[in-house]
């Protein structure tokens, strides 16, 4: 038997012996969105009595979330670096904190010791025949997190898919839970006629051969069902989802035209059902990497033809796009969108798409407005902006003057709204 294999028995301990170590104080990063260790975040929160003040960093958090519940607030303290259904509460109730940073940033923030960070509880796939273990689904601030953690708790899922590129030695972890169990799935968003109709219209601006990054959600689902016909399509995107797979299986997705990785599927997280986890085990077409790499403006700017498809709550009528707040509360976060608009823009043929529907709250409120709300901030500036996409049509912002593009984002503005923010618009000397 090699050491490795030694080793790895010599480290394997059950879920409350792992989580002992964790001490009232400490910074606990937990593994990314769908890669989360479900039994060690479970025997992290069964230790609530006996701890205080652990700080608990996460992003898309896909789980409970338990930790964020109130009455866990003298435990743990929940730092979002994207907020989602089960911890907006907790910092709206400020019994949790939001910290903004791009999250291509996000490694530097750990590897500088902006926040360092104590324990990191991850989850991996088994070891192959050198001890090495893959990330599986998240590699994302998760790779670097263990490169710089004190203490690396991982939880070893026979579940988890083998993906190739992000990967931790035996060596590099300190303590091993064995556990297999189902993985967290994302299940595809309901698409109704709105997100078709924007589907459409964003499909209409991508080129055969182009490379693509979705974010999350039913507009970038419903996008991937207009693009049938097209031909040799690439994925360098931050995650992508059981969608992708449809096209790649339907030939249409063969990253044949890629000008960087010509052959692959770049992504730094994957959040889908087993269909897509089934896709990606031991797929040599398939690479994970760090999230500092894969949403480095300068490196998506290498991909020719580079589209990025993101969606946002509020754009105003000089192009400034709020992806993340609703007024003053912080619905979800900055994520990727600034990373990818920026490299799509540096890529030669590159398009950065803002795709959303012309209105919220069930029609009663314009998502194009005159200004972004009080309380909210802007995530993507309107220098960085270029397509703005809804149902009504496509505004195309970039060298466009102020004047133009008011014009522009009313014609694209529910009919219902145009006249206002005529009104407005001219009230704010932008016409
Ligand atoms: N004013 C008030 N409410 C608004 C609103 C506005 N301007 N815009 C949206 N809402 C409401 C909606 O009505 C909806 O509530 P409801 O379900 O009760 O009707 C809720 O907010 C969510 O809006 P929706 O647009 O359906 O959200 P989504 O799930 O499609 O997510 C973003 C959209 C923008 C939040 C999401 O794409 C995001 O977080 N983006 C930023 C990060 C990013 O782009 N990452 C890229 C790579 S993954």
Redo the contacts with the bound molecule.
């Keep these: 038997m090699s050491d490795w294999r030694n080793a790895h028995r010599d480290k394997l301990v059950s879920a409350e012996q792992a989580l002992k170590n964790v001490k009232s104080g400490n910074r606990v990063v937990i593994g990314h969105a769908c890669g989360e260790p479900p039994t060690l975040v479970e025997a992290l929160v069964a230790r609530a009595p006996e701890l205080r003040d652990v700080e608990i960093v996460h992003m898309v958090a896909m789980g409970p979330a338990k930790y964020a519940q109130p009455g866990m607030e003298n435990s743990f303290r929940h730092n979002a670096l994207?907020v989602g259904a089960t911890t907006r509460k907790a910092v709206e109730e400020k019994r949790g904190d939001y910290t903004p940073c791009f999250?291509s940033e996000i490694p530097r923030l750990f590897k500088n010791k902006i926040l360092p960070v104590d324990v990191v509880l991850m989850q991996v796939a088994p070891p192959d025949e050198q001890g090495y273990c893959s990330y599986g689904v998240s590699a994302d601030y998760t790779m670097p997190a263990a490169e710089c953690a004190r203490l690396v708790i991982v939880q070893m899922n026979a579940q988890m898919p083998r993906t190739t590129g992000a990967r931790i030695h035996l060596d590099a972890i300190h303590l091993i839970v064995e556990k297999d169990e189902p993985l967290i799935e994302l299940k595809p968003?309901q698409i109704g006629d709105v997100e078709c109709k924007i589907g459409e219209n964003v499909a209409s601006l991508i080129p055969d051969g182009a490379t693509l990054?979705?974010?999350?959600?039913?507009?970038p689902d419903a996008v991937l069902l207009f693009l049938k016909e097209k031909k040799d399509l690439g994925i360098h995107s931050?995650?992508f989802s059981d969608g992708v797979v449809v096209l790649a299986e339907a030939g249409v997705i063969t990253n044949r035209k890629k000008t960087l990785h010509p052959g692959k599927f770049m992504a730094t997280f994957l959040m889908g059902t087993r269909k897509l986890y089934d896709f990606v085990d031991n797929n040599p077409d398939v690479e994970l990497r760090s999230v500092d790499y894969i949403n480095d403006p300068y490196v998506i700017g290498q991909h020719d033809n580079m589209i990025s498809i993101?969606?946002?709550?509020?754009v105003d009528l000089m192009g400034q796009v709020?992806?993340?707040m609703?007024?003053s509360t912080q619905?979800?976060?900055?994520?990727?969108?600034v990373d990818?608009v920026r490299g799509a823009s540096r890529s030669a043929g590159g398009k950065s798409i803002i795709a959303?529907?012309s209105t919220?709250?069930?029609g009663k409120?314009?998502?194009i407005?005159c200004e972004i709300?009080r309380g909210a901030a802007i995530?993507t500036s309107r220098n960085d902006v270029h397509y703005v996409v809804t149902e009504y049509g496509t505004a195309d912002l970039r060298g466009k003057s102020l004047r133009q593009r008011a014009e522009a984002l009313i014609a694209i503005a529910h009919p219902d709204f145009r006249e206002s923010l005529l009104a407005q618009a001219k009230e704010a000397k932008l016409l």
């Design positions: 994207f999250f968003p990054q979705l974010g999350i959600g039913a507009i931050e995650m993101n969606s946002a709550l509020q709020n992806a993340e609703i007024g619905f979800s976060g900055i994520g990727g969108q990818f959303i529907p919220a709250a069930k409120i314009s998502r407005a709300d995530s």
